[in-house]
């Protein structure tokens, strides 16, 4: 008895190792499938405000699939969520400064 208690152990195993291995495989997919829409997105001659909107779009979402699977954030605590959002609120307030503080051509003084 204790055999079949072992071996349905080691299948149950086997098979979550199987199952974070496919979601491994399938965010490098998406990973390379977004970095040849980058590479494409450069071969084609947008606007400078729009290429770069599309850049950083297409970076964002490299960077969440990144950071969820790789560094394993999508199973953390919501104090983590919190502290994450709160960086990324940080970091739009950094980027929108220089347009707050630019009006009409002239630096506000």
């Not at 494409?40 to 297409?58: E, G, M, Q, W």
């Amino acid at each position: 008895m204790a055999s079949d208690h072992a071996t349905d152990m080691t299948s149950d195993h086997a098979v979550d190792i199987d199952k974070h291995v496919r979601v491994y495989i399938t965010v490098f997919v998406a990973l390379m499938v977004l970095t040849i829409v980058t590479v494409a997105i450069s071969r084609y001659h947008f606007p400078v405000p729009i290429a770069v909107t599309i850049a950083l779009v297409v970076a964002t979402i490299k960077g969440s699939l990144v950071a969820c699977y790789f560094m394993h954030l999508i199973s953390e605590k919501k104090l983590i969520y919190a502290v994450l959002a709160l960086t990324v609120a940080f970091f739009a307030v950094l980027l929108a400064l220089p347009v707050l503080t630019y009006s009409d051509g002239y630096w506000i003084r």
